[in-house]
């Protein structure tokens, strides 16, 4: 089985193909968001492909770093054909700065996670200060249907951690039937993990040490059921770890339009100090809303984004101070709607601060959609947007964004694949800007 699994990701790292997008369809507003000029190869955007023999492959961005070396690391998922359908895998690639290949990245170029007996999603990720990235995903077995939760470090080159892959142990894990689904993953200030998944319903909260073994002093043998007697969440959508180990949770409530914060001291009882015992609960207003962000301020203050959808689907914005309550100096009342596809829809689903408070949004927008970008001042007032396709007249949707230590802006996503006569997936979509 592993060398099956070592021919596959050898064929993988040959197959895949980086297309720069050398046209350009971008409708733009305050002009000053550019597509870069010196990534890939003058255009701005690239998209990157994972093709196997069939016709319907996809690849999609979900998460984009920036190593310290100013390697760029795209993070994100492709699929490939076998007898039993399409099968999901995760793929890393490392880029330069211009946005070549980066051969120099794990194997050639790329890291793939891939399995024939089963599906493997990414779910959520980040990158350590030194580099190294760590991600959270489901891995979905074939035949049986069971849903484990699977975490992996690999080095500031690719490699994988053996250490922690020897030790990591989150949720269940290979035999029986599980419904355990990751959903977020975070590292605090002292090199802890802290692991979020779900399991048959309940929320479970895995705090790791830095090696991957359990931090038996938290919870039991480190892990924590949190149980939410006051109403039953939809689903959490963020959980942030503050730097004093206090512990934000962020999602939706079941069967209502609203909202609701929830902080854990340390040790994993409800803060009372924040909110009314521990919660904050609030109603997103006229229309139906959808928090997809959340952003921890420098200040402490919590930067909320998403949508709201009325007689339209618009961007949605609210700020929050560290105690829970609205910061009624941020928008209008701590409230930012705005519009950018009249009569359409147009969503946030990420936001990153630069060091002036400035806020930048990665979305989409549109009809077919297009990647959005926007950029607000540090107290919620507008100040530019551009859009941009890659595929012209298909969808472009943007999923994660980040700041260069250069002030440049990345945006990964995914687009419809450009060679639309061949195939009938997407690709993994890349755009750099400057302002």
């Not at 500031?156 to 990591?168: I, K, P, Q, R, T």
């Not at 890659?390 to 945006?411: E, H, I, M, S, W």
Request: charged share 15%.
């Amino acid at each position: 089985m592993k060398s099956r699994r070592s021919a596959h990701r050898s064929s993988f790292t040959r197959a895949f193909t980086i297309t720069f997008v050398l046209f350009s369809f971008v409708l733009q507003s305050f002009a000053t968001f550019t597509l870069d000029p010196t990534f890939a190869n003058s255009s701005g955007k690239l998209t990157i492909a994972f093709p196997d023999s069939s016709m319907g492959y996809s690849s999609r961005g979900v998460r984009v770093f920036v190593q310290p070396s100013g390697r760029i690391i795209a993070g994100g998922e492709f699929t490939w054909a076998t007898p039993d359908g399409q099968l999901t895998g995760v793929a890393m690639v490392g880029l330069t700065q211009a946005g070549a290949l980066d051969t120099t990245y794990g194997s050639g170029g790329s890291v793939l996670d891939w399995r024939s007996d089963a599906s493997t999603s990414f779910r959520d990720g980040l990158m350590y200060a030194d580099g190294r990235t760590l991600r959270l995903s489901q891995v979905f077995r074939l035949p049986v249907g069971s849903s484990t939760v699977q975490t992996v470090r690999l080095t500031e080159s690719g490699a994988a951690d053996s250490v922690f892959a020897s030790n990591v142990s989150i949720g269940p894990c290979c035999f029986g039937f599980f419904n355990a689904r990751p959903v977020q993953i975070a590292v605090r200030s002292d090199g802890k993990i802290l692991a979020l998944i779900t399991d048959q319903g309940e929320y479970f909260l895995y705090r790791l040490n830095p090696d991957g073994t359990r931090d038996t002093t938290f919870g039991v043998n480190g892990v924590l059921g949190i149980v939410f007697n006051k109403f039953s969440p939809t689903n959490l959508v963020e959980m942030i770890a503050l730097s004093d180990g206090r512990i934000l949770l962020i999602g939706h409530v079941t069967g209502s339009n609203e909202f609701f914060l929830a902080r854990l001291a340390a040790s994993g009882n409800w803060d009372k100090t924040f909110g009314r015992v521990g919660f904050v609960r609030m109603e997103f207003g006229a229309g139906t809303g959808r928090v997809q962000k959340a952003v921890l301020q420098p200040d402490g203050n919590i930067l909320l984004a998403g949508s709201i959808t009325d007689s339209d689907t618009d961007v949605w914005m609210m700020r929050l101070r560290s105690n829970g309550r609205v910061d009624t100096s941020f928008g209008t009342n701590g409230v930012v709607i705005r519009d950018f596809a009249s009569a359409g829809t147009d969503v946030a689903t990420a936001a990153t601060l630069s060091a002036d408070g400035k806020i930048r949004l990665a979305g989409y927008l549109g009809s077919p959609e297009n990647f959005l970008v926007a950029r607000f001042g540090a107290n919620g007032a507008f100040e530019e947007s551009t859009s941009i396709a890659f595929t012209p007249n298909q969808y472009a949707v943007a999923n994660d964004v980040t700041l260069q230590p250069d002030g440049k802006l990345l945006v990964i996503g995914y687009t419809r694949n450009p060679n639309t006569s061949a195939t009938t997936g997407s690709a993994l979509a890349i755009a750099r800007l400057t302002e």
